[in-house]
């Protein structure tokens, strides 16, 4: 009587399906190419902001392309280096192409720069597309680093995929190599070297301990949350909303 039957194997039930299934974590987490690249021009955007604010009237053209190359791909060239790989400019034309017309637009219509550093809803808009691409370098060097590095003391590598995912979060600082670490000698670490670190941190130990057991995605989910704490830090940050400062007399 029981030989023609079947068992169903119920599939699991995702209570927290919800953080992925919809428009917001699909934007976030750049599953559409057209989505990537438009984070990828408002990343390398932002960081050219920063490029032709610190660079001097009279630097040539030639020193502003190249320190914005480095600060855009930074730690995509460092941690490639550590892991015997390509570096990301190397292997993805999608980031020289971000990066030169990012450059065509600070070099030939700086206006544009001015508008967005006046504007905070601009400026915040611009600060989730360049989050959204930083915590996805975090992500995936961090995941790369811990396939890549065998474990020794414990069952997996543990300080290796950190300071990896921490250099992609924030290598351009560091670049040139000729700036040393002045970069942290005044003010210490600046707001994107401590998030990334933090980042790899939670990010990596979550993936490989009993944090992750029972999870359904949750690579996925751990990427969603990294975001999302980028952008949250990153417009504190960048709009200048943290707890003002008093002198003591």
Same mark, same amino acid.
């Given at each position: 009587?029981?030989?023609?039957?079947?068992?169903?194997?119920?599939?699991?039930?995702?209570?927290?399906?919800?953080?992925?299934?919809n428009d917001v974590?699909?934007?976030?987490?750049l599953h559409q190419?057209?989505?990537?690249?438009?984070?990828?021009?408002?990343?390398?955007?932002?960081?050219?902001?920063?490029?032709?604010?610190?660079?001097?009237?009279?630097?040539?053209?030639?020193y502003k392309l190249?320190?914005?190359?480095?600060?855009?791909?930074?730690?995509?060239?460092?941690?490639?280096?550590?892991?015997?790989?390509?570096?990301?400019?190397?292997?993805?034309?999608?980031?020289?192409?971000?990066?030169?017309?990012?450059?065509?637009?600070?070099?030939?219509?700086?206006?544009?720069?001015?508008?967005?550093?006046?504007?905070?809803?601009?400026?915040?808009?611009?600060?989730?597309?360049?989050?959204?691409?930083?915590?996805?370098?975090?992500?995936?060097?961090?995941?790369?680093?811990?396939?890549?590095?065998?474990?020794?003391?414990? %069952?997996?590598?543990?300080?290796? /995929?950190? &300071?990896?995912?921490?250099?992609? $979060?924030?290598?351009?600082?560091? +670049?040139? !190599? @000729?700036?040393?670490?002045?970069?942290? %000698?005044?003010?210490?670490?600046? /707001?994107? &070297?401590?998030?990334?670190?933090? $980042?790899?941190?939670?990010?990596? +130990?979550? !993936? @490989?301990?009993?944090?992750?057991?029972?999870?359904?995605?949750?690579?996925?989910?751990?990427?969603?949350?990294?975001?999302?704490?980028?952008?949250?830090?990153?417009?504190?940050?960048?709009?200048?909303?943290?707890?003002?400062?008093?002198?003591?007399?």
């Amino acid at each position: 009587m029981g030989r023609g039957r079947k068992e169903v194997v119920a599939e699991p039930v995702d209570p927290t399906a919800w953080m992925l299934n919809n428009d917001v974590a699909e934007f976030i987490l750049l599953h559409q190419k057209e989505v990537l690249y438009m984070c990828m021009l408002g990343y390398t955007f932002l960081h050219g902001m920063k490029i032709f604010k610190a660079a001097p009237k009279t630097a040539p053209v030639s020193y502003k392309l190249v320190s914005m190359i480095l600060a855009c791909t930074g730690g995509g060239i460092l941690v490639p280096i550590f892991l015997n790989g390509i570096p990301v400019p190397l292997a993805n034309d999608a980031y020289p192409i971000a990066i030169l017309t990012s450059f065509a637009i600070h070099h030939y219509f700086p206006i544009i720069g001015e508008v967005v550093d006046l504007s905070p809803w601009v400026k915040a808009c611009i600060i989730v597309f360049y989050e959204c691409v930083r915590a996805k370098v975090v992500l995936t060097f961090t995941i790369a680093a811990n396939s890549s590095i065998a474990s020794s003391l414990f %069952s997996f590598p543990l300080f290796g /995929p950190i &300071m990896c995912g921490t250099v992609a $979060g924030c290598g351009g600082a560091f +670049l040139p !190599l @000729n700036k040393g670490l002045d970069p942290i %000698s005044t003010t210490g670490m600046q /707001p994107p &070297m401590m998030t990334a670190c933090m $980042g790899a941190t939670m990010l990596h +130990l979550f !993936l @490989n301990t009993s944090m992750s057991e029972g999870i359904i995605d949750a690579k996925e989910k751990a990427h969603l949350h990294l975001a999302l704490f980028f952008i949250a830090t990153g417009i504190v940050s960048g709009l200048n909303l943290g707890a003002i400062k008093v002198k003591k007399e």
